[in-house]
């Protein structure tokens, strides 16, 4: 398969490692769950309820961690993140008009991902950049002074 | 052992070091009121009503968390600490649904009484949109209720569910004001590895969890002049129903229930004893066969249907160890719909059976698929004890003046060896009472199997039955049961016979019985229970005449055919999260059923 290789395996090496490293052991379920998130872009069902079985923790407290932290995902993510800032100063400067826009031509609510995986939509509280308020980054790409204009432009660079 | 010596509003007091402020104040008569905190089980200052003053302390301490320390000053009931608590209870309330003239837990609530000590005469703030809506109850178990709208985020339950039982079904899901106590993945009770034990519900101290009502079909049953109406009675029901009515637990109150359930209108008042009875004689002859003929051993009790859910979960390889006697409740249903109709002459699809349970569980157990042996569901409508209360306040009886009545024939009939069964280690003793006659063919020098008794998590004993010393082991709370199974599974149980309870205490502390059950509480139906069955004329079940007649009339013998098909069962591999591959679909596996 080589370079085209579309699957799973060289992450499930790693998850495997994981959990050969921490089996029965609780203390390592931030680290395994980190390394989900990491290797499949969310927290897939199966591999949490393997987590509960390998580490000896309860399911209900894996998903209790799941649900608890913004770094975790119980659903699959778009193929590009865009986050829109919601602090105080891009707020101000309009940023809603611009949430708004971006749930119009997505189709989906904030904190949500697009039917077909284009993109994930999160808000988020201040960037630390204020002066270019309101911001939005794709990917980590910043793009400042956003307007609800902009907004159409700026997606149809991420296929 | 060091101590500390602190001043508690103005009062002196010495107290073991690593107390905390809780424990003090209580020894010198200071209740500080708490509403998270359960003693040994839940201590986690998340509530804040039991906040105090500490002299030099910036803010106000939780006292359930707070240790002493030599010299200390507390106030626990100045003007700060009244403000305190009165906003914490109006926060709580404020997102919680002002319903309580409705609420099953309606003149029983933590929060309601909570609010009545401390005072508090309005609640300023109410939130327009409360968290959680009526869409978010879970109603998916036969057995318990789950409605987060009024849960207050205590972990009372979750603490329950992991400290004692070990198994932790529900969690804190979500954050903030988002936050749920739930199982996972937005499933419901009935889809998880809830065992339908109950202790949840018990520790509630809201109306958040509680037992599913099936008082409307005991209604409704008892209002259709076609149906014949039978009520069975679970030994721990007698020495705790009486607490609903304000008396001390612990009351022995058989015959005022037999008279309770004939003013409410059932046709049939007979008693689960008598089956705790036939269980002895299947269940024993089942254990000296297996100690005779090297059946599998340790042999492990299946009355508990909370512990049978959890073995089928957690250990469902070693399900081979259970007794395959169907648990007293549902032996009874199996007879009233062949043994009982027959004798009477009514048409089984006409007769309703209901029974009377301590347990939540009883429900889960009682529409278990294959537990249908008389042709038709053996056992219709089970309530606990709470249920039946709530039925007779509903008809005004007057406990007190009730008078004591004797139950119908002629499965109403039973000795001091079925009471016990009531209580952790009950079983085994009643067991142990007819075994060691059947094989001695002597008389049991003391019937009192006393090492057995009590509420200590695992208790062991060793007894002479003729040339064999039989090993048996005691365990009640599924954290207790673990520790037993892990030693089969690890090869190093030498038991012959294992008696395992769900509950803590037994069935007297079973997730329907009457709320408070605590400690205290368990000791004393503890004590009820035994005090039951000094009084019984006949206290070995192979020696009541009504057993020796149903298997004269009806039944054969022990573990004859007739005895399999109604009184034996099977159980399910189930697996925890999901069905455990390379197991048969039932245990015994070649059962005809």
């Not at chain 1, 989900?36 to 069902?45: F, V």
Request: one cysteine or more; glycine letters at 8%.
């Amino acid at each position: 398969m080589g370079a085209e290789c579309k699957c799973h395996c060289e992450q499930d090496n790693k998850l495997d490692a994981l959990f050969a490293q921490y089996k029965g052991n609780p203390n390592g379920l931030i680290v395994v769950m980190a390394a989900i998130q990491e290797t499949h872009g969310y927290l897939p069902k199966d591999l949490l309820i393997k987590t509960a079985e390998e580490l000896g923790v309860p399911l209900s407290d894996v998903y209790g961690v799941a649900t608890f932290y913004a770094a975790f995902s119980l659903r699959p993510r778009g193929r590009h993140t865009v986050n829109l800032c919601l602090g105080t100063a891009c707020y101000v400067k309009g940023a809603p008009e611009v949430q708004a826009m971006l749930e119009k031509e997505m189709g989906i609510k904030a904190g949500n991902t697009t039917e077909d995986r284009r993109f994930s939509l999160d808000l988020v509280r201040c960037l630390g950049a204020c002066g270019i308020a309101p911001v939005m980054t794709v990917n980590g790409e910043v793009y400042p002074r956003m307007t609800a204009e902009k907004v159409a432009e700026v997606l149809a660079k991420y296929e | 052992m060091a101590t500390v010596t602190l001043t508690i509003d103005n009062i002196k007091v010495e107290v073991e070091q690593g107390s905390t402020i809780l424990e003090a104040a209580k020894k010198i008569g200071i209740n500080i009121p708490t509403l998270c905190y359960m003693k040994d089980i839940n201590a986690i200052g998340a509530c804040r009503i039991c906040v105090v003053e500490v002299q030099g302390a910036r803010a106000l301490q939780a006292a359930c968390v707070t240790p002493v320390a030599e010299g200390m000053v507390v106030k626990t009931n100045s003007a700060a600490v009244r403000a305190s608590r009165k906003m914490t209870l109006e926060l709580i309330q404020s997102n919680h649904p002002q319903e309580c003239n409705t609420c099953l837990r309606n003149n029983n609530c933590e929060l309601q009484s909570l609010s009545e000590a401390m005072g508090l005469k309005e609640i300023r703030f109410v939130r327009p949109a409360q968290s959680h809506s009526k869409d978010d109850i879970d109603n998916s178990s036969p057995s318990i209720v789950r409605d987060p709208r009024k849960c207050i985020l205590c972990r009372r339950c979750v603490a329950v569910c992991e400290k004692v039982q070990g198994v932790k079904c529900i969690s804190a899901v979500n954050r903030g004001f988002e936050t749920i106590v739930a199982p996972p993945f937005n499933q419901g009770l009935m889809d998880v590895n809830c065992t339908m034990c109950g202790q949840c519900s018990l520790v509630c101290p809201t109306g958040a969890i509680t037992e599913v009502d099936d008082t409307d079909k005991v209604w409704q049953a008892l209002d259709d002049p076609n149906k014949h109406v039978v009520v069975q009675t679970a030994p721990a029901v007698r020495v705790a129903i009486a607490e609903e009515f304000g008396m001390e637990p612990g009351t022995v109150s058989t015959g005022k229930l037999v008279a309770a359930l004939r003013r409410l209108g059932f046709d049939s008042v007979m008693d689960t004893d008598f089956t705790a009875d036939l269980t002895i004689i299947e269940e024993g002859n089942e254990f000296i066969k297996r100690v005779t003929e090297g059946g599998v051993l340790p042999m492990i009790t299946s009355c508990s249907p909370g512990w049978i859910k959890y073995i089928e979960m957690y250990y469902p390889d070693l399900l081979a160890h259970l007794s395959t006697c169907k648990s007293p409740q549902q032996m009874f249903g199996a007879l009233v719909k062949t043994f009982y109709a027959e004798k009477k002459g009514i048409d089984p699809a006409n007769i309703v059976s209901v029974s009377i349970m301590p347990c939540t569980a009883k429900k889960f157990e009682a529409q278990r698929d294959e537990l249908k042996d008389s042709g038709y569901q053996d056992v219709d409508v089970v309530l606990t004890t709470r249920e039946l209360a709530r039925m007779l306040r509903e008809i005004g009886i007057d406990w007190e003046n009730l008078p004591e009545e004797d139950y119908d024939a002629p499965m109403g009939l039973s000795t001091g060896a079925a009471v016990i069964f009531g209580a952790t280690g009950g079983v085994m003793e009643a067991a142990v009472r007819t075994v060691y006659e059947v094989i001695t063919k002597e008389p049991m020098p003391d019937i009192n199997l006393t090492p057995v008794r009590g509420m200590e998590g695992i208790k062991e004993a060793t007894l002479k039955v003729g040339d064999l010393d039989v090993k048996v082991a005691v365990a009640h709370t599924l954290g207790n049961a673990r520790k037993l199974l892990d030693k089969i599974r690890a090869g190093e149980a030498d038991y012959h016979f294992i008696e395992i309870m769900c509950c803590p205490g037994g069935c007297i502390g079973g997730g329907g019985q009457p709320i408070p059950t605590n400690l205290e509480v368990r000791l004393k139906r503890i004590g009820g229970i035994y005090k039951a069955d000094e009084a019984m004329p006949i206290r070995k079940s192979h020696e009541n005449p009504a057993i020796k007649a149903i298997y004269e009339e009806f039944l054969g013998e022990p573990l004859g055919e007739k005895s399999h098909k109604l009184l034996h069962t099977y159980y399910v591999p189930r697996g925890v999260y999901r069905k455990p591959e390379g197991l048969p679909d039932k245990v015994p596996s070649g059962d005809h059923h």
